[in-house]
């Protein structure tokens, strides 16, 4: 049964999809809409061809420099393969020390959401981290939770990194770290 705290990230995140869907003013679908036949005008649409049925998924690798509350940077390595999603996260010196130690380097594995139909997509990720004996965790290890969201095709990422004592991740997060970055 899922979590209350991941049900509350899946349903936040799901509303901002929502926002941004009702303000999506584009129509590049390829999908006709005035009864012409069809057009395939893929060069400036964010997936190869629409209409094409192609099983091969393809590595796409991307690296993001993430800034953490505005005040700190994060690197994030990521590894898509289809709606499958690995990561690599280091840390810095900066704001939110106590509880991401710096010099971490943090793997991860999670999914990618897509909504199609509102050109969406929402990255979730779970990091597990050592303990920050100066931080609000003490000597228990530090489960993190990341979330990106954002427009297919879109260079910006926006989200959060929900922070947990111990290895669970259910029940009320340390803090959540608001994140922003681009491709």
């Given amino acids: 049964m899922p979590r209350k705290t991941d049900l509350l990230m899946i349903l936040l995140c799901l509303l901002v999809a929502l926002c941004v869907a009702c303000s999506c003013k584009g129509d590049d679908d390829d999908n006709v809409d005035s009864g012409a036949p069809p057009v395939n005008d893929d060069a400036d649409d964010d997936t190869?061809?629409?209409d094409a049925d192609d099983d091969t998924e393809d590595v796409v690798k991307?690296?993001?420099?993430?800034?953490?509350?505005?005040?700190?940077?994060?690197?994030?390595?990521l590894e898509e393969r289809g709606d499958e999603l690995t990561a690599i996260l280091e840390t810095f010196a900066g704001y939110g020390d106590d509880l991401l130690a710096q010099g971490q380097i943090l793997t991860a594995v999670g999914e990618i959401l897509r909504f199609p139909e509102a050109k969406y997509e929402i990255y979730t990720l779970r990091f597990s981290g050592i303990p920050v004996s100066s931080g609000p965790c003490g000597a228990q290890r530090i489960t993190y939770r990341l979330t990106l969201t954002g427009q297919t095709g879109a260079t910006e990422r926006m989200g959060g990194i929900a922070s947990f004592c111990g290895e669970d991740t259910s029940g009320r997060p340390e803090r959540?770290?608001?994140?922003?970055g681009k491709f």
């Fill in 48 to 50: 190869a061809d629409d």
């Fill in 62 to 77: 991307r690296d993001l420099t993430m800034t953490l509350e505005y005040r700190n940077t994060l690197q994030l390595h």
């Fill in 176 to 180: 959540i770290l608001r994140i922003v």
